[in-house]
């Protein structure tokens, strides 16, 4: 049978065929760069038709991007008979410019010579625009990254172990870590202890399903400091999630700050125990002679001491609760306002004072702090308001909360900014430190008090932001 091989006219037909019908631009020069050659696809890409483009120089497709030490290396390498190949922007005849994969071989003749040079150019032009602008993408998500002073982390999931795809220039300065040390690293061997190995599969888990984690955690730096931060780790698209992005804010000072002044208020409070013990011990004692005196004499002055001594049990009370300031509420139960409010009413020197409770309403609250608020709260109306006067429980108009209000005197708008003040009072026999304490049991429950006047002229106390057990 006939082939190419047997019938040279055949094969060069055959190899013209191919060559015309190729979707790739294919053209051939002589050694002076004269074109010879073009086929139909190199008319429709670089709008020359093949009457204009051969005989011409092949520079009419150079665009003016490439300078002349680029086309001196392309030249050399040809000219020393090895392939060249790579990217390079054309000009069409409209003046439009394109971007080619370009491959120039050098045809040799049978004595070695090299006679012409072929190339063929593939149009990438959507193609490097494209990754042009995924690179416009990139260097902008970067820039994002880096401008966010809260150390960041891109990440990928491979085979379960987050691997990193991107940190920002706080991650790098928190962590120690080179600006390229992490990037494709798994993640977890670098900062996580083998002791929380666990915690962290457990995260990337939930993060892995979707979920979004927030959580404290103990990192190590690339010096081998172990530092404490709040983690959020967000996935990046939804369930059966591949990528999320993890923020790490560093809560190492404030979580010193922390334990140090939990340590001090446990030194504070054991210190007002055991001075508080000390003090009741000759209290009590007191207390039990002026009954005996009281028994075998009648004077006017006993009642004096008597108060003075029950002045003295209140400051120790006050101290001990101003020595654990500062703690909030860690439980709270339903407590019952009018309940409270009567025990505690019952635990306070009231005189002729009258307590009316016009709630029914159960709240969360720490049922012993809730006591001393009201208790502190009457104590500072029958001080003030005289030793008949009427104190009123109720509830808040908006369902907020509770009010604790009188038919006294009243407090001076001026003097409502101050009272919650330590130290102050207006009366000769006030320890300043009542009111003090309601304003410490109220921020401790994460509650507003505010100090309007009531209905009939005294004060009102208002404690807002209460919740109820069934919120």
């Given amino acids: 049978m006939e082939d190419a091989h047997t019938n040279p006219e055949r094969g060069r037909r055959a190899f013209r065929e191919a060559v015309e019908s190729t979707g790739h631009a294919i053209y051939w020069t002589d050694t002076t760069a004269t074109i010879e050659y073009v086929n139909p696809a190199f008319e429709e890409q670089t709008g020359y038709t093949a009457a204009e483009a051969v005989g011409s120089d092949a520079s009419i497709l150079q665009s003016g991007v490439h300078d002349e030490r680029f086309y001196e290396r392309l030249w050399d390498t040809i000219l020393g008979g090895e392939i060249w190949e790579g990217e390079i922007v054309n ?89 390229d040390e992490l990037e494709g690293a798994a993640l977890d061997p670098h900062i996580v202890d083998d002791a929380r190995r666990e915690q962290a599969r457990e995260i990337n888990e939930r993060v892995r399903r979707g979920e979004q984690v927030r959580r404290e955690v103990v990192r190590r730096t690339a010096a081998g400091e172990e530092r404490t931060f709040l983690l959020t780790a967000t996935a990046l698209d939804g369930e059966s999630s591949t990528e999320c992005l993890a923020t790490y804010l560093d809560i190492t000072e404030r979580e010193r700050a922390r334990a140090e002044l939990e340590r001090r208020t446990e030194d504070l409070e054991d210190f007002a125990n055991v001075v508080s013990h000390d003090l009741r011990s000759p209290l009590n004692v007191a207390s039990g002679y002026l009954d005996l005196v009281a028994d075998e004499h009648d004077s006017p002055h006993i ?88 104190v009123t429980v109720g509830d808040l108009a908006d369902g907020s909360g509770f009010y604790v209000a009188d038919d006294g005197p009243g ?3 001026a003097e409502r900014e101050r009272v919650f003040d330590r130290g102050h009072t207006s009366t000769e026999s006030g320890t300043g430190l009542g009111l003090s304490i309601v304003q410490e049991i109220v921020d401790a429950h994460g509650w507003e008090i505010v100090i309007t006047e009531s209905a009939a002229g005294g004060a009102r106390f208002e404690i807002a932001g209460v919740e109820r057990p069934d919120r």
């Fill in 303 to 390: 009642d004096t001491v008597r108060s003075a001594h029950e002045r003295m049990r209140e400051l120790i009370e006050n101290v001990l609760t101003l020595a654990r300031q500062g703690k909030s509420v860690d439980e709270t139960y339903p407590v019952s306002i009018a309940d409270v409010a009567t025990d505690s009413w019952s635990t306070v020197e009231t005189a002729d004072a009258t307590l009316d409770v016009e709630t029914t309403r159960t709240i969360d609250a720490d049922e012993a702090r809730l006591r001393q608020l009201f208790g502190n709260l009457v104590r500072n109306a029958v001080e003030h308001g005289g030793s008949d006067v009427t």
């Fill in 411 to 413: 407090i001076d708008p």
């Fill in 91 to 179: 000009q069409r005849a409209d003046g439009e410019r394109y971007v080619v994969e370009q491959t120039i071989s050098p045809i040799a003749d049978d004595g070695g010579e090299i006679v012409r040079f072929v190339a063929v150019n593939e149009d990438v032009t959507e193609r490097r625009e494209y990754r042009d602008r995924l690179e416009r993408e990139r260097d902008r998500f970067a820039s994002l990254l880096n401008a966010v002073p809260v150390p960041l982390v891109l990440i990928a999931f491979d085979r379960g172990d987050p691997c990193v795809e991107q940190v920002n220039r706080a991650f790098d300065e928190t962590f120690g870590f080179a600006a």
